[in-house]
């Protein structure tokens, strides 16, 4: 059987251009075939501009999540240990912008599909999905487990005048989600802080505190004296008048303590002033003066006796007043060997009064100022002989004790006290007694 040339020729042309038509669809159907898990399984990695300044690792990946929602896995408590110097990239990819970040810090990073996972001490390289492994949408995800950790911190802080307790819960919520070989683990803090406040009122840390056995005790005391006084002269036309300025003493006080008993001897210096004030008035004059002119006499020739006469006159003498005034201040200076005893009537721990007597020989050191007299000008200077050289005093009063310090105590006090008879002596014109008020502030040390 014969065909015709002419025609094969024709069918062979149409095949040839059928086929030049379908070549591209097949080559486009077979890459589609062959091109799709190669290409499905290399990851997209886009370069990235990243900076952070000095801080810990931990705060620099949360930063890297943050601002380009990178899936890294790490050990907060490990990674907020190690601080990082301040970093900065421009354009480059995520694996180069971990290995910066990690240099020199003993870790390392691997990639497991779309998550970055921080490991220690080991330096992995990010590696690719094998081709033969099966996409997450074919395993059937399983479900997510849960591990919760508790940690309780029970925290105390002592104030003066409260007590704080502070209980702080932190709860870690980690939960883990397996697909396949990806894992994600995401973790939650918790933390709650409940506030128990016990108020304690006020209260004083007050030390351990010595108040028995030797003691020394300077002090010093301010007085108001009350001065009584009587003029012996009564000088007509005349009057006297004092008025007290000042007292004072300064002493040092030694002696034992034994509970409330106190007793001891003192040495002190005390100073007394007052104003001593003169007003003396003199009239001279007023009168009339007789005065004789001239004189004879007459014999008698019977009697044979003979009489004397005086011619007289009288002339006037004017008032003529003198008024002495004169103001002088006083002073007497003593130096006074003494003796007291106390006992507390109410006391605490930090705190005690009591009641205190005593007696002092005040032996005369200095007498100064003025006295009247019977004579003009009516005053004469005062002298360490005119004043009594040793008078007697006697107080009593009471005080209180402050403890300021293990071994000090601040104390004040107030007596009373009286000094026994005249200051000056039995033969002077003038006689002066004084009594007084005086305040004493001292500190107390015990040995």
Same mark, same amino acid.
Request: charged share 20%; hydrophobic share 40%; net charge negative.
């Given at each position: 059987?014969?065909?015709?040339?002419?025609?094969?020729?024709?069918d062979i042309q149409k095949d040839r251009?059928?086929?030049?038509?379908?070549?591209?669809?097949?080559?486009?159907?077979?890459?589609?075939?062959?091109? *799709?898990?190669? %290409?499905?399984?290399?990851?997209?990695?886009?370069?990235?501009?990243?900076?952070?300044?000095?801080?810990?690792?931990?705060?620099?990946?949360?930063?890297?999540?943050?601002?380009?929602? /990178?899936?890294?896995?790490?050990?907060?408590?490990?990674?907020?240990?190690?601080?990082?110097?301040?970093? @900065?990239?421009?354009?480059?990819?995520?694996?180069?912008? /971990? =290995?910066?970040?990690?240099?020199?810090?003993?870790? %390392?990073?691997?990639?497991?599909?779309?998550?970055?996972?921080?490991?220690?001490? &080991?330096?992995? $390289?990010?590696?690719? &999905?094998?081709?033969?492994?099966? *996409?997450?949408?074919?395993? *059937?995800?399983?479900?997510?487990?849960?591990?919760?950790?508790?940690?309780?911190?029970?925290?105390?802080?002592?104030?003066?005048?409260?007590?704080?307790?502070?209980?702080?819960?932190?709860?870690?919520?980690?939960?883990?989600?397996?697909?396949?070989?990806?894992?994600?683990?995401? &973790?939650?803090?918790?933390?709650?802080?409940?506030?128990?406040?016990?108020?304690? %009122?006020?209260?004083?840390? !007050?030390?351990?505190?010595?108040?028995?056995? !030797?003691?020394?005790?300077?002090?010093?005391?301010?007085?108001?004296?009350?001065?009584?006084?009587?003029?012996?002269?009564?000088?007509?036309?005349?009057?006297?008048?004092?008025?007290?300025?000042?007292?004072?003493?300064?002493?040092?006080?030694?002696?034992?303590? !034994?509970?409330?008993?106190?007793?001891?001897? @003192?040495?002190?210096?005390? @100073?007394?002033?007052?104003?001593?004030?003169?007003?003396?008035?003199?009239?001279? +004059?007023?009168?009339?003066?007789?005065?004789?002119?001239?004189?004879?006499?007459?014999?008698? *020739?019977?009697? %044979?006796?003979? @009489?004397?006469?005086?011619?007289?006159?009288?002339?006037?003498?004017?008032?003529? =007043?003198?008024?002495?005034?004169?103001r002088d201040v006083n002073q007497l200076?003593?130096? #006074?060997? +003494?003796?007291?005893?106390?006992?507390?009537?109410?006391?605490?721990?930090?705190f005690r009064m009591f009641i205190k007597? +005593?007696?002092?020989?005040?032996?005369?050191?200095?007498?100064?100022?003025?006295?009247?007299?019977?004579?003009?000008?009516?005053?004469?200077?005062? #002298?360490?002989?005119?004043?009594?050289?040793?008078?007697?005093?006697?107080?009593?009063?009471?005080?209180?004790?402050?403890?300021?310090?293990?071994?000090? $105590?601040?104390?004040?006090?107030?007596?009373?006290?009286?000094?026994?008879? #005249?200051?000056?002596?039995?033969?002077?014109?003038?006689?002066?007694?004084?009594? &007084?008020?005086?305040?004493?502030?001292?500190?107390?040390?015990?040995?």
């Open positions: 059987m014969r065909f015709p040339v002419s025609n094969i020729v024709v251009k059928s086929i030049a038509f379908v070549f591209p669809f097949l080559f486009l159907f077979f890459l589609f075939f062959t091109m *799709p898990k190669t %290409g499905q399984s290399q990851s997209f990695n886009p370069l990235i501009s990243f900076s952070v300044s000095s801080c810990t690792l931990d705060v620099a990946l949360e930063k890297l999540f943050a601002e380009y929602e /990178l899936n890294v896995a790490f050990s907060k408590a490990e990674l907020s240990k190690i601080r990082i110097e301040k970093y @900065s990239c421009t354009y480059k990819s995520v694996e180069e912008v /971990l =290995t910066d970040l990690l240099k020199g810090t003993g870790y %390392g990073f691997k990639k497991i599909g779309k998550q970055y996972v921080i490991r220690k001490n &080991q330096l992995l $390289e990010p590696e690719e &999905q094998p081709i033969t492994q099966k *996409p997450p949408t074919e395993t *059937p995800p399983q479900e997510p487990s849960q591990e919760i950790v508790e940690h309780k911190i029970d925290s105390v802080w002592d104030k003066p005048l409260n007590t704080v307790r502070v209980f702080d819960t932190l709860q870690v919520i980690r939960t883990v989600m397996r697909y396949d070989t990806i894992v994600r683990v995401e &973790q939650v803090f918790k933390t709650d802080t409940v506030y128990k406040v016990k108020y304690r %009122g006020f209260e004083i840390h !007050w030390p351990d505190f010595k108040d028995n056995g !030797w003691f020394i005790s300077p002090s010093l005391a301010y007085g108001f004296p009350h001065l009584d006084y009587e003029d012996k002269l009564q000088a007509e036309n005349g009057a006297i008048d004092v008025s007290p300025i000042s007292a004072f003493n300064v002493s040092l006080d030694g002696g034992y303590k !034994w509970n409330r008993l106190s007793f001891g001897m @003192s040495l002190s210096y005390r @100073s007394m002033k007052y104003r001593f004030m003169l007003n003396q008035v003199v009239y001279d +004059g007023d009168c009339y003066v007789n005065d004789t002119l001239d004189s004879y006499y007459v014999v008698h *020739p019977f009697l %044979g006796d003979t @009489s004397y006469y005086y011619i007289m006159d009288s002339t006037y003498v004017p008032l003529v =007043t003198t008024n002495y005034s004169y200076d003593y130096l #006074s060997v +003494g003796a007291f005893a106390a006992f507390d009537f109410w006391k605490r721990e930090h007597a +005593g007696v002092s020989a005040d032996v005369l050191l200095s007498c100064s100022g003025s006295y009247n007299s019977v004579e003009q000008p009516f005053h004469a200077a005062l #002298s360490r002989a005119d004043a009594e050289p040793v008078r007697l005093s006697y107080y009593g009063g009471f005080g209180a004790a402050f403890k300021i310090m293990n071994r000090l $105590e601040l104390v004040p006090e107030a007596h009373f006290r009286k000094t026994n008879g #005249s200051l000056y002596r039995a033969d002077f014109p003038f006689d002066l007694r004084m009594w &007084q008020w005086d305040v004493r502030l001292g500190l107390t040390y015990y040995f």
